[in-house]
């Protein structure tokens, strides 16, 4: 995600090392620590001061979320966002509807995680200068024709969706460096130009 940020800079065939070498030193210096139920480290904690800390700096660029939170609804309808990370566990009736996020034009990131409503004719319209998505356990398959207006997507995971297709013409997305499709069962096949090669 650091890459598709641009956080990360050097040549294409060093970044993924850089970033490694950034990881290892934020831990280093006790910015993050690796959660030990995970022992590839995907997972870290922050300290709470240093959480705070971060918070503190973005936010004006961004709005992190959990569960039901109050007044969510009204802080997207006031400000822009360049990063919005919502995880919501709710019943059905309480489900944040995917029309709700389309003020948020700015958006370089989005992380949803939970059901969000997404209904026949939402798109990916409004988020033209998305590098980052990852959208997590939704009704992801509404969406999935309208992938091609992300032009600057560079990082889509869409693990635990619905998803059944990807778009067919996916190859013309030129910045998309990485794609997660863990635990989409649904998923048949891929198009078969998801793999372009430059000669």
């Known amino acids: 995600m650091w890459i598709s940020e641009g956080f990360v800079h050097g040549t294409s065939r060093n970044l993924e090392e850089i970033g490694k070498d950034y990881f290892v030193k934020l831990i280093h210096r006790n910015l993050i620590e690796p959660d030990i139920n995970y022992v590839d480290q995907v997972v870290c904690n922050m300290h709470d001061v240093v959480r705070s800390?971060?918070?503190?700096?973005?936010?004006?660029e961004a709005l992190v979320a959990q569960n039901k939170q109050t007044g969510i609804s009204e802080k997207m309808d006031s400000q822009k966002f360049f990063r919005l990370s919502l995880e919501i566990r709710a019943s059905e009736s309480d489900e944040l509807e995917w029309y709700s996020l389309q003020a948020q034009t700015s958006l370089r990131t989005l992380l949803s995680v939970g059901p969000i409503k997404i209904?026949?004719?939402?798109?990916?319209?409004?988020?033209?200068?998305?590098?980052?998505?990852?959208?997590?356990?939704?009704?992801f398959d509404a969406l999935v024709e309208s992938l091609n207006q992300l032009k600057h997507l560079r990082y889509l995971s869409i693990e635990g969706t619905n998803t059944s297709r990807l778009p067919e013409n996916i190859s013309k997305m030129k910045f998309l460096q990485y794609i997660s499709l863990l635990g989409c069962n649904s998923l048949v096949n891929l198009p078969n130009s998801i793999v372009s090669c430059n000669a």
């Open 53 to 60: 800390f971060a918070r503190y700096l973005a936010r004006n």
């Open 119 to 139: 209904k026949p004719g939402d798109s990916f319209l409004a988020f033209s200068n998305l590098r980052t998505l990852h959208v997590e356990d939704a009704n």
